[in-house]
Nanobody, 120 residues
Framework: DVQLVESGGGLVQPGGSLRLSCAAS????????MAWVRQAPGKGLEWVSA????????LSADSVKGRFFISRDNAKNTLYLQMNSLKPEDTGVYYC?????????????WGQGTQVTVSS
């Protein structure tokens, strides 16, 4: 079974840092593009950052550009999100997302999420 398990969330003061991890299993991790998506309290899903299957290409939302950095270790089947200079508006549940296309069909999976709270 495909599993994505996030960890590393918690309570942090404004200006602080956190590093999220997403451990993947049950599929060929290196064949999937990966992303982090978050949901603030009472709001919809917001795409945060994405990385290609080989890790050579990344994209980030304007709201986190220069503060958040996505990376992956295909040998460890793990996705990361380094979050620096955190702001209260970064508060939310952060989800790990995996996606690939095979023979014209999209295969995608979500993790269960990890809570990030930025507050003094």
């Amino acid at each position: 079974d495909v599993q994505l398990v996030e960890s590393g969330g918690g309570l942090v003061q404004p200006g602080g840092s956190l590093r999220l991890s997403c451990a993947a299993s049950g599929f060929t991790f290196s064949s999937y593009a990966m992303a982090w998506v978050r949901q603030a309290p009472g709001k919809g899903l917001e795409w945060v950052s994405a990385i290609s299957n080989g890790g050579d290409s990344t994209l980030s939302a304007d709201s986190v550009k220069g503060r958040f950095f996505i990376s992956r270790d295909n040998a460890k089947n793990t996705l990361y999100l380094q979050m620096n200079s955190l702001k209260p508006e970064d508060t939310g549940v952060y989800y790990c997302y995996a996606r690939t296309v095979r023979t014209g069909s999209v295969y995608a999976s979500w993790g269960q999420g990890t809570q990030v709270t930025v507050s003094s």
